[in-house]
């Protein structure tokens, strides 16, 4: 039975009972494995009373934790500094639910407003912050995921002791500039996967490292993911010093006033990560309105990529408006560079209907030139 009400017709007491009841029925038929169905069930929510989060994390005590912290006000209250009613519930929460322990491997915060606001509190006023609060209650922490939470930090800062373990880094609709995520990740000595996705291009004329640091961080990264960025991408990609570096997806948005950013891109991967890289995912968006006379060639996206001989896994989306022509020799090139691959996946959005394809026959020749794609 399902029974639907208007947002106005219920008052707000019996609109929090409601919720509680939702979320004692989801937590009664989901499997203890289906982390992501707990993640999706929290965050429906916009106002969780107390008894409903401790029941819900009482049930799954020993599974991804998730602190689902949905009033908007709260990062409204962090940014000032100041421990607020709703800051004060939170640590409430944090003292008695299990949670937050100094067992707790993985933890996700996720803070649900529709203007996220930068969370600009320094990690030394009497540890009011996210992260002073793992470092006392979880400093052993070693997968953190953060939603819709900026940090704003001065490099000055001391790091947090959590960064001492932290192998796995999300930062998810963030506004913060790339040079300050970088300067908090170059503190992170075991950090080998790192995911980064903007709400929009964050600027980083506020905090810029120096020309010398810049290879001096993440040495041990294997994992990386910058997705919704314009120049970000590249100086991520200059700034990463790592040889274990094995997977990459990047997501590059090119104004017509710099038609070369993925060109560029490309180029620092093939220079530095020619021997490690296994994997790459690459997303390659116009969002100018200029539209070129012809259709560009498919060799201009690929070739600074075809020095990465070891190459298994490739996925390119290019979104071009007048469109790419992908020909017979650029399948010829690909399998003489690409001998490994096991999948490839090639997908073009927008552009001219009329633009040069392979044929079957060239096709094939790909497919038996790359043994791995059959097998796969």
């Known amino acids: 039975m399902a029974t639907l009400f208007e947002h106005g017709d219920i008052p707000c007491t019996h609109q929090k009972w409601y919720i509680d009841e939702i979320l004692r029925n989801i937590l009664d038929h989901i499997s203890f494995e289906c982390d992501g169905t707990l993640a999706s069930c929290a965050r429906t929510s916009r106002a969780l009373s107390e008894l409903a989060l401790d029941a819900l994390w009482r049930k799954i005590s020993g599974l991804v934790p998730l602190c689902s912290l949905s009033l908007p006000s709260f990062s409204e209250e962090g940014k000032e500094g100041d421990a607020g009613p709703t800051f004060l519930q939170f640590s409430h ?23 996220p606001s930068p969370w600009t509190g320094t990690l030394t006023q009497e540890r009011h912050d996210l992260l002073g609060i793992l470092d006392v209650c979880s400093p052993c922490v070693e997968e953190l995921s953060l939603e819709g939470v900026d940090f704003q930090a001065s490099a000055r800062l001391a790091a947090p002791v959590i960064f001492n373990h932290l192998r796995v880094l999300h ?26 996705i903007l709400r929009r291009s ?7 490292l120096q020309r010398g640091d810049e290879r001096h961080g993440m040495p041990t990264l294997s994992v990386l993911e910058v997705l919704r960025a314009a120049g970000a991408p590249l100086e991520i990609l200059h700034a990463v010093d790592s040889p274990m570096l094995h997977t990459v997806s990047l997501s590059v948005s090119v104004p017509d006033h710099d038609t070369d950013g993925w060109t ?18 690459a997303e390659c968006v116009q969002s100018g309105i200029v539209v070129p006379d012809r259709a560009l060639p498919f060799a201009q996206y690929i070739k600074p990529l075809l020095t990465v001989r070891q190459l298994r896994e490739c996925a390119i989306i290019i979104e071009d408006l007048a469109g790419v022509a992908l020909t017979n020799e650029h399948l010829d090139t690909m399998a003489c560079s690409w001998s490994f691959l096991t999948i490839l996946e090639v997908a073009f959005r927008g552009g001219r209907t009329a633009v040069p394809r392979p044929t079957i026959t060239s096709l094939l020749a790909f497919a038996y030139r790359c043994p791995g794609i059959t097998k796969s």
């Not at 929460?93 to 203007?115: D, E, H, I, K």
């Not at 930062?171 to 790192?194: D, E, Q, W, Y």
């Not at 964050?202 to 810029?208: L, M, N, P």
């Open 171 to 196: 930062l998810g609709s963030v506004f913060t500039s790339m040079s300050n995520i970088l300067i908090h990740c170059s503190k992170m000595p075991r950090l080998a996967s790192l995911s980064i």
């Open 264 to 281: 560029r891109c490309a180029s620092v991967l093939s220079a530095r990560f020619s021997t490690s890289l296994r994997t790459l995912h």
């Open 202 to 208: 964050a600027d980083s004329d506020d905090v810029r």
């Open 93 to 115: 929460v944090a003292q008695y639910l299990p949670f937050l322990s100094l067992t707790l491997r993985r933890v996700t915060f996720y803070v649900q407003a529709a203007s």
